[in-house]
């Protein structure tokens, strides 16, 4: 690396340079003597303005390895800097001193070949600084790279291009590009070939005998890179992708570090754009407080909460491990934050209390839940318990301490209930909507659907599934859920959360439903292996409290815009207080009694759209299984082992 000092030196002689050879050109390399020794009068003094120029203008603050276009705005500003006081003293001094008069023909061409020199100066040194860097690389390489084509000649494109080419972890060699658009085709970008469109993938592979391709696409969409995917299946060469842009944000990777396919990029969620001043008001300086924290959802709330800088981050959770992850992850990347964690279940009312008293929260995300549908269905009274009598008691205490925000994680299950589960969810909305009416506090909540990975959910079993060897398990062909990836239900959860004026059920944009065995599938062919050949797929039967699909409002709701486009807000029917206190003793007394046909008869009478189940049978422990079709005996042992722990997420 050059140092200042030689910076200077040879900049200053390139000035002098660039200002000699103006003269010469000016008289043909033939100077008169006159005409000599008025150039020695003039040099050190434009040479003078101009390196002042360059210091004034920041040139002097680039790391010259890594100029690049950006970079040359502050040349052009110094050039226009110069040219001033240069120009002024032609003018302003009288002919009779015509010896120190430069003549406008000088100026001109000085200016030029003098700033151009010196951005010259600084790409000659990163052109000899990258082409070091290469050969550098293949030293240290430890076998020849392997050859790729770049899908996508954009931004993205170009931006990995330049990683690859510049970095010595990567084992890749690029061949070329392979972009659609037709005005790109045949044009090299730093020094790549746009070959072909992905119609000639197919003989693109063959002649540029390449080992797999990447994928570059800034804003790809699930569509777009499912169709890339069946193409390369069918050539067949391996394709593999450049982090989405939330990796990009969230996970503080490099557009260099490429991976495999995932089944999250087949969904196609597209990237949210938050409020970040909304969020920066809602959250900045605020003494925030997470139920659930060590879960995927509430652990998730937590990284988002921290990135704007609150005054302090309390995380309730009861399971002492999740927190302790959570509370090391959150004090390693952001050391500065003040991180409280607080091991108690968010339904011990003298705990809560203590906790709200010492720490005055200003807003609580209540994360909190038993979320297993088909668990739940055989543990009906903790259900109620922990989603609808813990969510009252924690409101109850936000209110008493006057808790600015109180927000609900709540989820499209609450949507014409079919289990126990959807069903304490909707009587939970019911509950901070009736706080809301008699509280200070802003209550609201918010739904959304399957979060893609989290705790439990179907696409970790899946691939749990894949990598014993199989069954897949599939609760039935035409099931269909919504589903969203963990950082993108987090920022919409604040996102609302900050537009909410109290009282709200907010209703997130899920995007389009996505058909479980066509997932499945996915899931398998992204593994390297073919359905049904190499791993099979079998129907379970759907289970108790199950829906065939999911809703996201019903006939009784409606769905109004706010100024977020992925948020809108569900019109629902209130409860007076007198009922809703009814409604808590009631529900108190049936789960002290654990009364099983009590409590589903109750939550019906409660909730008319519900369509609970009835109970199992008094002398019945567990439900009886369904019917495995089409697998051997060892796949349906297997896959009824399967079935005991397979879930499905709702809110955590």
Same mark, same amino acid.
């Given at each position: 690396m050059l140092n200042r000092r030689t910076q200077f030196l040879m900049d200053l002689m390139v000035l002098t340079a660039a200002f000699s050879l103006a003269y010469e050109l000016r008289f043909d390399f033939d100077i008169p003597q006159e005409n000599f020794f008025q150039a020695l009068r003039q040099l050190p003094y434009v040479v003078a303005i101009q390196f002042l120029a360059l210091t004034i203008s920041g040139v002097y603050m680039f790391v010259w390895r890594f100029v690049s276009i950006t970079e040359v705005r502050g040349f052009i500003n110094a050039a226009s800097w110069s040219l001033i006081p240069v120009l002024a003293l032609r003018l302003g001094i009288p002919p009779s001193y015509h010896q120190w008069r430069v003549p406008f023909s000088i100026i001109l061409v000085d200016s030029l070949l003098a700033f151009g020199s010196v951005v010259g100066l600084r790409v000659l040194r990163r052109a000899l600084y990258e082409r070091y860097e290469r050969q550098a690389n293949v030293e240290r390489s430890n076998g020849p790279r392997k050859p790729v084509l770049l899908i996508g000649a954009g931004s993205a494109g170009i931006l990995a291009a330049r990683e690859i080419r510049g970095r010595g972890n990567t084992d890749l060699e690029i061949r070329a590009f392979v972009d659609d658009d037709p005005h790109l085709l045949g044009s090299v970008i730093h020094g790549?070939?746009?070959? =072909?469109?992905?119609?000639?993938?197919?003989?693109?592979?063959?002649?540029?005998?390449?080992?797999?391709?990447?994928?570059?696409?800034?804003?790809?969409? =699930?569509?777009?890179?499912?169709?890339?995917?069946?193409?390369?299946?069918?050539?067949?060469?391996?394709?593999?992708? &450049?982090?989405?842009?939330?990796?990009?944000?969230?996970?503080?990777?490099?557009?260099?570090? !490429? *991976?495999?396919?995932?089944?999250?990029?087949?969904?196609?969620?597209?990237?949210?754009?938050?409020?970040?001043?909304?969020?920066?008001?809602?959250?900045?300086? *605020?003494?925030?407080?997470?139920?659930?924290?060590?879960?995927?959802?509430?652990?998730?709330?937590?990284?988002?909460?921290?990135r704007f800088g609150p005054a302090s981050l309390l995380l309730v959770e009861r399971a002492e491990f999740a927190l302790f992850n959570i509370d090391r992850e959150l004090r390693?990347?952001?050391?500065?934050?003040?991180?409280?964690?607080?091991?108690?279940?968010?339904?011990?009312?003298?705990?809560?209390?203590?906790? $709200?008293?010492?720490?005055?929260?200003?807003?609580? &995300?209540?994360?909190?839940?038993?979320?297993?549908?088909?668990?739940?269905?055989?543990?009906?009274?903790?259900?109620?318990?922990?989603?609808?009598?813990?969510?009252?008691?924690?409101?109850?205490?936000?209110?008493?301490?006057?808790?600015?925000?109180?927000?609900?994680?709540?989820?499209?299950?609450?949507?014409?209930?079919s289990s126990v589960m959807g069903a304490s969810k909707r009587i939970a909305e019911?509950?901070?909507?009736?706080?809301?009416?008699?509280?200070?506090?802003?209550?609201?909540?918010?739904?959304?659907?399957?979060?893609?990975?989290?705790?439990?959910?179907?696409?970790?079993?899946?691939?749990?599934? &894949?990598?014993?060897?199989?069954?897949?398990?599939?609760?039935?062909?035409?099931?269909?859920?919504?589903?969203?990836?963990?950082?993108?239900?987090?920022? $919409?959860?604040?996102?609302?959360?900050?537009?909410?004026?109290?009282?709200?059920?907010?209703?997130?944009?899920?995007?389009?439903?996505?058909?479980?065995?066509?997932?499945?599938?996915?899931?398998?062919?992204?593994?390297?292996?073919?359905p049904y050949d190499d791993i099979d797929i079998v129907m379970t039967g759907i289970r108790r409290g199950e829906k065939l699909f999911e809703e996201l409002d019903t006939s009784d709701e409606s769905l109004l815009p706010t100024v977020h486009p992925k948020i809108f807000a569900a019109r629902i029917t209130d409860m007076t207080?007198?009922?809703?206190?009814?409604?808590?003793?009631?529900?108190?007394?049936?789960?002290?009694?654990?009364?099983?046909?009590?409590?589903?008869?109750? !939550?019906?009478?409660?909730l008319p759209e519900a369509r609970l189940e009835p109970a199992l049978d008094a002398g019945s422990q567990v439900e009886q299984r369904p019917t495995i079709r089409s697998a051997t005996g060892a796949a349906r042992s297997q896959a009824y082992a399967d079935m005991e722990s397979i879930t499905e997420v709702a809110v955590k």
């Open positions: 790549i070939k746009v070959a =072909g469109s992905t119609s000639d993938l197919p003989a693109l592979v063959r002649r540029y005998k390449v080992d797999h391709v990447v994928i570059t696409i800034a804003a790809a969409s =699930g569509e777009q890179i499912r169709r890339l995917v069946q193409i390369c299946e069918r050539i067949p060469v391996r394709v593999r992708i &450049i982090p989405g842009l939330h990796e990009l944000l969230q996970g503080h990777v490099e557009v260099s570090r !490429i *991976r495999d396919i995932q089944v999250e990029d087949l969904l196609g969620r597209e990237a949210v754009r938050l409020d970040e001043q909304a969020m920066g008001r809602f959250l900045a300086g *605020r003494r925030v407080l997470v139920t659930g924290a060590g879960g995927s959802i509430g652990s998730e709330l937590a990284r988002q909460v921290a390693d990347r952001w050391p500065d934050l003040e991180v409280v964690p607080l091991v108690g279940d968010v339904g011990d009312r003298t705990r809560m209390r203590s906790v $709200l008293a010492a720490h005055r929260p200003q807003l609580v &995300i209540h994360a909190a839940a038993h979320k297993h549908v088909p668990m739940m269905e055989h543990n009906a009274a903790e259900a109620i318990k922990n989603n609808v009598l813990a969510t009252y008691t924690l409101g109850t205490i936000a209110d008493e301490f006057k808790v600015g925000s109180f927000v609900l994680i709540s989820t499209d299950k609450a949507v014409r209930p019911l509950v901070v909507q009736n706080l809301n009416r008699r509280s200070t506090t802003r209550f609201l909540a918010v739904r959304f659907g399957n979060v893609i990975g989290s705790a439990g959910s179907v696409i970790p079993i899946f691939r749990e599934q &894949i990598r014993r060897g199989g069954p897949v398990t599939v609760t039935h062909p035409e099931m269909t859920r919504y589903f969203m990836t963990i950082p993108e239900a987090a920022q $919409l959860v604040l996102q609302a959360g900050a537009l909410g004026h109290g009282g709200e059920v907010f209703t997130l944009d899920m995007g389009q439903p996505v058909n479980i065995l066509d997932l499945a599938r996915d899931i398998i062919k992204l593994s390297g292996l073919r207080e007198n009922a809703m206190l009814e409604v808590i003793e009631r529900l108190t007394v049936i789960c002290q009694r654990a009364t099983e046909s009590e409590l589903r008869s109750y !939550i019906s009478g409660l």
